[in-house]
């Protein structure tokens, strides 16, 4: 596990747990029901953020994993949220490893949170963003409704779906599940602002795929879509492709194992450390067609120099 800084101190995934076994208890107030949007109109500019709880599901260690999005109902803009009162994870916060840049649109399952195996279900945690004067705060509980199975689905015509396998280097470890925490970065790496970064990806999947209906597909979309983004950072981070295509090693058609690589570049404004974001969907494509599975999430940790 890679200790990570976070505003002068050092977040490690046991300090994160302390704090919230030692300051959970019944959020109080009125917050929004899991899943439940609130309804006011997207617009280009102006408009507010709101957290998104796709579920959870419980660790072989006994502790608890809650698989968290949002929506940025600002569609023709990226914003930045530091950590803080605007951008707050409670009790055990106000940084639980939540984005502090947050792209346009609807953003399903970008991060998690682990919560010891003491939590019950009749706590939760708060995830309150304000922007533009407008806050919104979601819950995060353990509610029969929403518990999930983001690492492996079957049914009559899908059987055994499971998430992309993803490395960074072509023989190195591999990551999969939607399991991206700022407290555990997959791995690390160190850039400069005059030079790019290299980011090359190599990436293996069963080439099921889930769509709610199991319907047949028309007209599939490539076996492995990856997408690159900022997560944290003082600074923009630019990529010449955010979504890279991918070449096929092998397979290339539906239930048809597959492989294939890919690379994109990362370019920083200003020195500084930056956690980037890689989001890796199968055939089910984003949201995993409502079964909330199969995608592959983690945290890359750059350390940028002037």
């Given amino acids: 596990m890679l200790p990570l800084l976070i505003d002068g101190s050092q977040m490690t995934e046991r300090?994160?747990?302390?704090?919230?076994?030692?300051?959970?208890?019944?959020?109080?107030?009125?917050?929004?029901?899991?899943?439940?949007?609130?309804s006011e109109p997207a617009k280009k500019f102006g408009s507010s953020i709101t957290g998104a709880y796709e579920g959870w599901y419980d660790n072989?260690?006994?502790?608890?994993?809650?698989?968290?999005?949002?929506?940025?109902?600002?569609r023709a803009q990226a914003v930045d949220i530091p950590i803080g009162p605007n951008n707050r994870l409670e009790p055990g916060g106000p940084d639980?490893?939540?984005?502090?840049?947050?792209?346009?649109?609807?953003?399903v399952g970008m991060f998690i949170v682990t919560v010891?195996?003491?939590?019950?279900?009749?706590?939760?945690?708060?995830?309150?963003i304000t922007m533009?004067?407008?806050?919104?705060?979601?819950?995060?509980?353990m509610h029969v409704d929403y518990n999930i199975s983001p690492f492996e689905i079957s049914h009559s015509t899908t059987l055994?779906?499971?998430?992309?396998?993803i490395r960074f280097d072509e023989r190195g470890e591999t990551v999969q599940g939607p399991i991206a925490m700022v407290t555990r970065p997959f791995i690390a790496r160190t850039a400069s602002v005059s030079a790019p970064l290299n980011l090359p990806i190599w990436t293996e999947d069963d080439a099921m795929y889930s769509s709610g209906t199991n319907a047949p597909m028309r007209k599939p979309p490539p076996p492995v879509a990856i997408t690159w983004s900022k997560y944290r950072g003082p600074g923009t981070v630019t990529f010449d492709k955010a979504k890279?295509?991918?070449?096929?090693?092998?397979?290339?058609n539906v239930a048809e194992p597959y492989a294939g690589k890919g690379a994109t570049t990362a370019k920083f404004s200003e020195a500084g450390e930056y956690l980037l974001h890689m989001q890796a969907n199968d055939y089910s494509g984003e949201g995993g067609g409502g079964e909330v599975c199969c995608w592959t999430t983690t945290i890359v940790q750059v350390t940028v120099t002037p």
């Fill in 15 to 38: 300090s994160v747990l302390t704090r919230i076994c030692a300051g959970v208890v019944l959020a109080g107030g009125v917050i929004l029901s899991a899943q439940q949007l609130p």
């Fill in 60 to 74: 072989p260690d006994g502790s608890h994993t809650f698989l968290v999005g949002y929506l940025n109902r600002n």
């Fill in 96 to 107: 639980l490893g939540q984005p502090t840049h947050f792209l346009p649109g609807r953003h």
């Fill in 116 to 128: 010891p195996k003491e939590f019950t279900a009749q706590q939760r945690l708060t995830w309150t």
């Fill in 132 to 141: 533009n004067g407008v806050t919104n705060a979601i819950p995060l509980r």
């Fill in 160 to 165: 055994g779906n499971t998430p992309p396998l």
């Fill in 244 to 252: 890279p295509a991918l070449e096929t090693l092998a397979g290339g």
